[in-house]
């Protein structure tokens, strides 16, 4: 059977990750979550997969490849030219991107299943497929309730008694919500349903497909089904995903690594004499990181591979991606590190670089900050080694 995963957008909303990572790529525990969604489609027969690329495309393609080592077949449709000698990604839109790929060669033969590639789910896919084949439909979508107070994060589906979607309301107040059912980004579609969909245009499955689906009235349903749904579409969500999966709420997730305290799991050749380090789990902490003595790491907490923690920091509540050297006394608190940048769990960053503060969190691999000058002590003195990260820009 056929898939597509959606993997083409920018991925905005989870900046500064997306700078250099591609939202599928996005790891969870060291390993991209478009790889979950892989193992997912495999386990219900899925194995001609297509993805739509175009942001950081070339890391989603090295990492996947023609995806015979994960089980499947993976073919890439790229979005977007080549100006200067550079790759511009030009994202075609959800449904625009399975336009193309239907206008290159008729690839969507038969019933096929479309996921978002920014999303952790334990779905029965197969079961969705028969919900949809029983009703009859050209185009399913799987629904999630989720409680009233949260409905302002989703688009909202309405449907009638029989299921048939009606309308949507996208992010509305608690108030006004029709509907505590959402749209989880997940579609079951017959080929027939890519004929709304103009070519050679940017064009939207959820703002520009589905109200089409609606006026016409087409045979559109959404099928609400109870599963696992983490979405990291944007920083807060990923700060939650990696909380669950540290908590053992993730069916689909094992913490990697070895566990060395009870909830304290650690990677190939971590160089940390756990007696004298301050720790309270879930924690994971990637292979080749060193964590000094006397620091203090407080879960649920993830630091990355090749990381260095100095003496005397605390990680509290925070995840430190990979090559993060966080200085002697730092104190961060529900932050995420990555590269350059700091982010609080609402979103939030700044840039320590263009702060100064690039000598107190660094790349373990630069040299030249590694010791600071009496100009830079006497400033982290005045700031105090908590170097104000709550204030963030």
Known sequence: MKA???????????????????????????????????????????????VNVSHLAEEIENYFRDGQRFGVEIAYSFEGRIEDGELIGDAMGSAGGLKKIQNFQRFFDDTFVVLCGDALIDLDLSEAVCRHKAKGAMASMITKRVPKDQVSSYGVVVTDDDGRVRSFQEKPAVDEAASDMIN????????????????????DIGSDLFPKL????????????????????????????????????????????????????????????????????????????????????????????????????????????????????????????????CVDRNGDHFDLQEAALDWLITDVRRQDVLSPSPQQKAMAELLGTDLALSNSN
């Open 4 to 50: 597509m995963i959606l993997a083409a957008g920018k991925g905005t909303r989870v900046r500064p990750i997306t700078h250099t990572i591609p939202k599928p790529m996005i790891p969870i525990l060291q390993k991209p979550v478009m790889e979950f969604l892989l193992e997912l489609l495999r386990e219900h027969g899925f194995t001609e997969i297509m």
């Open 184 to 203: 989880t980004g997940i579609y079951i579609f017959e080929p027939e349903v890519l004929d709304f969909v103009p070519s050679n245009q940017p064009f």
């Open 214 to 341: 609606v006026q016409a009235g087409a045979a559109f349903y959404a099928l609400p089904m109870e599963f696992e749904w983490v979405d990291i579409g944007k920083v807060p969500d990923y700060w939650q995903a990696i909380r669950s999966v540290l908590q053992g709420q993730v069916r689909q997730v094992q913490i990697p690594g070895k566990e060395v305290r009870p909830g304290v799991f650690a990677g190939l050749n971590v160089a940390a004499d756990w007696d004298q380090i301050n720790i309270t789990g879930p924690i994971y902490v990637g292979g080749m990181t060193r964590i000094e003595n006397g620091a203090t790491i407080i879960g649920p907490a993830m630091i990355g591979p090749n990381c260095h923690i100095c003496e005397g920091a605390t990680i509290d509540n925070s995840i430190i991606f990979d090559y993060s050297r966080i200085g002697a006394g730092v104190r961060l608190v529900e932050k995420l590190v990555f590269g350059r940048y």
